[in-house]
């Protein structure tokens, strides 16, 4: 069977010689850090260009770790004339403690430099977030100037004029890491063959799919059914793309959800400095106390929110002491804001009489040619490799606490009736239940937004707002930047778009003859799902305010397609995906202009956006943006290594805004949550198994199957599909036209099973979603708890198995804090099994030769998993053997070798 690589034509049309060299010298050395042997991009972003600074990354740094580190660096750089090189380097020993455990100068368990940290600064990632407040549930940790009652968080770059030279700069030595290397640079500095060879690697071959002249080539993909990288697993694509280093990419979350805990863990020191060393304490009672907690703290909160916090919670009252004037202070202002506009000033904007749009792909774009990966989800692929080390240090410090925890959070789970072991068919959902707990009390007639908004409001039927919407409202529409952490499907959407438009509307009209009108609020999502939703929920919004121009620009989309629209139909609010805007502000004539009239820029998944994967795009597109702006950064989840890097983005008195309780879990009560262990050959009848189970039991049912790859996540839906269960599949590897068409199918349909890969994993709001089913290693932690976040959506009850191979059990560790049980697995029958065995050997060869690949590439990429390959190859080989397979598929030699697999015994060469 021909597999064709998209690796193999890849490097024939793009890289040529030197690239491939590079990259192999970078691999060889295990210097990779995911990016740099990319091939070098032009610097395109005018603004950053005329900004540049002389300040060059430090020899051999960049080589030898991520290129996160290099605006710390510059505080090591006597060239930057900060400060006497002499103090610079204790100040960089004292902010960035954790920058020097990658450097391996320190170890994170060396509590003796914690307190001076936390003299020293105050920035919000000391703490774990929301750790100020023993119970409130909008923990608001306000960012104050240096001096101020909580200590100035000093950012990492001064200001954004020089996070703009940075980014600039940072475009550059990039570029210029193989300097020594004529051809390299030569063939990376900018010269664009066809607009392509500027491109990284995986970014050329997405965009072969995008660019109209480039259909050959993206048939050539879709006819390589085993393209390499099927893997839409941002964790664990740059794996799938066939890299031979040995630091998984999915592991670069864990561990920093193990950076999260470990820092948790040695901050606790902070934190119980903080809390007079009651820190333990404290968190037991919260997690004992979880149950009653969460109701009393439900109306507990809301009034702490308002000013009637408990004056014994220390900083946390300085928090709410904020908060108190901002409500007060706003109800005031929202009368003084409505008098102005009631004037007439406000709302009589008689701007041009903008089409809005929401309608996408499917219409104006020949989808059926742009089959392609999505290169916002391929993009967001990591390789931190750093961290590693960090999750190894901290790990003994984990274990102690975690054991502490662990007992206390049995203990409240058996107080609230969840035992140890359950039985899968006892959490049928009997009834639909629904839990308003994530609505407040508040209305949005409370709040300073503009009658029309109120009447879009009302149209989608939003009476109370809820709690993320309550908490963040007001301090939005102060126009302060926030950091917002509120748990899934709880409305961060509506809490970000709706202050967003109110900007829209006390903007100057745009004139009809204006050549250029100003994008005033840019939404980036990371993926063209999410970017469709939020621009669906903002027309939602909009309904009464026609002058108001909604537009989404997404990968998979032709880009011709978008500049004429956006030409024709100039957009206030554009909603997109980040590679796709870089290529506008790259390729559209007059697109940069009309991005420097952004006042409001929104990172919705915040953390994911800033992840390594999407960082660069992301980098470039706040130094395209006007540095006097609003910045709101929303996600279900926000590590501590993002509350680190948020000031990229954020000015520094921003405030951190988050809905979930301390000592409370990321995920929601009424999810019940459970994990199934079973051998490979087990979990395909396992998985019907339990599918047809929930079926009988739920004759409502919308069930969520993830899969770890792309093309596992066809496999998947081929053999649900032949078992004769109503199921589609989604992934990136399918046309947009046909993902927004079986995305919309899934949103509005009951009696439907979704078999899909991480293109949903986050933000896509499916109502009434009753089982969420992860085949496989989630990525990480995060994405866990992302996924598990399409059901249990505005209060309603829902289910979530995961579903894990015994090897795999280790991933358990990660979330032993959430409530997940183990479930007693449900017997298989014979007849069952046989079936599936059936049903197995109906399904194309192509595609079980596709999935095992991919299946390969995605565990290779796994830094405990793949790290034996050999012991790699005979799992993957029991894969295969589960697929109806009598010998493992061949795999191309090439593909081999980018995945450092070559000559692994129990592999097959072609
Ligand atoms: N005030 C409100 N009252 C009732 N429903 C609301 C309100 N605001 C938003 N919603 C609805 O809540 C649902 C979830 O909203 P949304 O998708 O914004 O959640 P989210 O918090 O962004 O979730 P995720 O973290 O998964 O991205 C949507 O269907 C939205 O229309």
Not at 725 to 736: A, D
Request: net charge positive.
């Amino acid at each position: 069977m021909a597999c064709t690589t998209d690796f193999r034509n890849l490097d024939e049309g793009f890289g040529g010689k030197t690239y491939k060299r590079k990259r192999q010298e970078s691999e060889a050395h295990g210097t990779d850090d995911g990016k740099s042997w990319k091939q070098p991009r032009k610097h395109r972003l005018s603004a950053a260009k005329n900004n540049r600074l002389s300040y060059r990354q430090p020899v051999g740094t960049g080589s030898a770790m991520p290129i996160k580190l290099l605006p710390h660096l510059r505080f090591l750089n006597p060239s930057m004339n900060l400060q006497p090189t002499v103090r610079t380097i204790p100040t960089f020993c004292r902010i960035f403690p954790f920058k020097l455990q990658y450097l391996g100068l320190t170890r994170i368990n060396q509590q003796p430099q914690i307190p001076s940290v936390r003299k020293l600064s105050t920035r919000p990632f000391r703490t774990r977030p929301g750790s100020q407040s023993s119970s409130s549930d909008f923990n608001r940790t306000r960012e104050r100037g240096r001096g101020g009652e909580v200590r100035a968080s000093k950012s990492l770059i001064e200001d954004e004029a020089e996070l703009s030279d940075w980014v600039s700069d940072l475009g550059s030595k990039r570029n210029n890491k193989y300097d020594d290397d004529s051809d390299f640079k030569s063939a990376g500095s900018g010269e664009r063959r066809g607009g392509r060879e500027r491109e990284s690697f995986p970014m050329k071959r997405r965009r072969e799919n995008d660019s109209d002249g480039s259909r050959g080539r993206g048939r050539m993909n879709r006819n390589s059914a085993n393209s390499f990288s099927t893997n839409d697993n941002p964790r664990f694509n740059r794996r799938s793309d066939g890299e031979s280093r040995d630091d998984g990419g999915d592991f670069s979350r864990r561990k920093s959800g193990g950076i999260e805990r470990g820092n948790g863990n040695s901050f606790r020191g902070n934190s119980n400095s903080f809390r007079g060393g009651n820190s333990y304490s404290s968190r037991g009672n919260s997690y004992s106390s979880r149950g009653g907690n969460s109701n009393s703290s439900r109306g507990g909160n809301v009034s702490s929110f308002r000013g009637n916090g408990n004056p014994s919670r220390g900083n946390s009252n300085s928090f709410r002491g904020n908060s108190n004037p901002s409500r007060g202070g706003n109800s005031n202002s929202f009368r003084e804001k409505r008098n102005e506009r009631n004037d007439g000033e406000g709302f009589k904007k008689e701007g041009m009489q903008l089409r809005r749009e929401a309608k996408f792909s499917e219409d104006d774009s020949d989808d059926s040619d742009v089959e392609d990966e999505d290169e916002d989800e391929e993009r967001g692929k990591t390789m931190n490799g750093f961290e590693d080390l960090l999750i190894e240090e901290v790990s003994d410090v984990d274990d102690d606490d975690d054991d502490d925890d662990s007992t206390l959070r049995t203990n409240a789970r058996k107080s609230i009736g969840l035992d140890k072991e359950d039985d899968v068919k006892s959490v049928k959902r009997s009834s639909p239940g629904n839990d308003n707990s994530y609505l407040s009390e508040r209305r949005f007639e409370e709040c300073a937004i503009s009658p029309l908004s109120l009447k879009g409001i009302k149209g989608a039927g939003y009476e109370r707002m809820t709690k993320v919407q309550e908490a963040t409202l007001p301090v939005i529409l102060k126009g302060k930047d926030v950091l917002a952490k509120a748990k899934t499907g709880t409305g961060k959407t509506v809490a970000f778009l709706l202050p967003s438009i109110e900007v829209v509307i006390k903007s100057p009209p745009v004139g009809r003859d204006q050549k250029r009108p100003p994008i005033l609020v840019l939404v980036m999502c990371p993926t063209r799902e999410l970017a469709n939703q939020a621009a669906t929920e903002a027309n939602t919004l909009l309904k009464y305010h026609p002058s108001i121009g909604v537009q989404v620009v997404i990968g998979g989309t032709r880009l011709t397609l978008e500049q004429k629209r956006m030409q024709t139909n100039p957009c206030q609010i554009l909603v997109a995906t980040p590679g796709r805007l870089k290529d506008h502000i790259e390729n559209t004539a007059g697109f940069a202009t009309r991005l420097m009239g952004v006042k409001v820029l929104v990172l919705d998944e915040a953390d994911h956006l800033l992840d390594m994967g999407f960082r660069k795009d992301i980098e470039k597109i706040i130094a395209a943006v006007p540095k006097q702006r609003q910045t709101l950064l929303f996600s279900a989840t926000v590590s501590e290594e993002v509350r680190q890097i948020c000031h990229i983005a954020l000015k520094r008195d921003h405030e951190f805004i988050s809905t979930v309780e301390e000592g409370s879990e990321e995920t929601h009560s009424q999810v019940r949550q459970m994990h199934l262990v079973a051998p490979l050959d087990k979990q395909f009848p396992l998985l019907y198994t339990l599918l047809k189970e929930h079926i009988a039991d739920n004759p409502d049912y919308k069930v969520l199957v993830f899969c770890t790859t792309a093309m596992v996540t066809r496999l998947v839906s081929d053999l649900l599909g032949e078992l004769k269960l109503n199921v589609r599949e989604i992934h990136s590897r399918k046309p947009q036209s046909y993902r927004t068409r079986v995305s919309d199918e899934f949103r509005k349909s009951k009696g439907l099973i979704l078999v899909t890969s991480d293109v949903s994993a986050r933000g896509v709001d499916y109502p009434d979603v009753t089982l969420v089913i992860q085949v496989g290693l989630p990525a990480e932690r995060e994405q866990y708890i992302h996924r598990l976040g399409r059901t249990g959506r505005k209060g309603k009850e829902g289910q979530g198995i995961l579903l894990l191979a015994p090897w795999e059990e280790f991933f358990l560790s990660t979330i032993k804090d959430l409530p997940i049980t183990k479930a007693s697995a449900p017997s298989v029958d014979p007849d069952t099994q046989k079936k599936v065995e059936r049903a197995l050997s109906h399904v194309e060869m192509k595609n079980k030769e596709a999935a095992y690949q991919a299946w390969l590439g995605y565990y290779n990429s796994n830094k405990k998993i793949g790290k034996d390959k050999c012991k790699l190859v005979e799992l993957a080989n029991e894969f295969s053997r589960c697929m109806g397979l009598d010998t493992p598929p061949a795999i191309p030699k090439l593909v081999l070798g980018k995945m450092g697999l070559r000559n692994v015994p129990g592999l097959r060469a072609k």
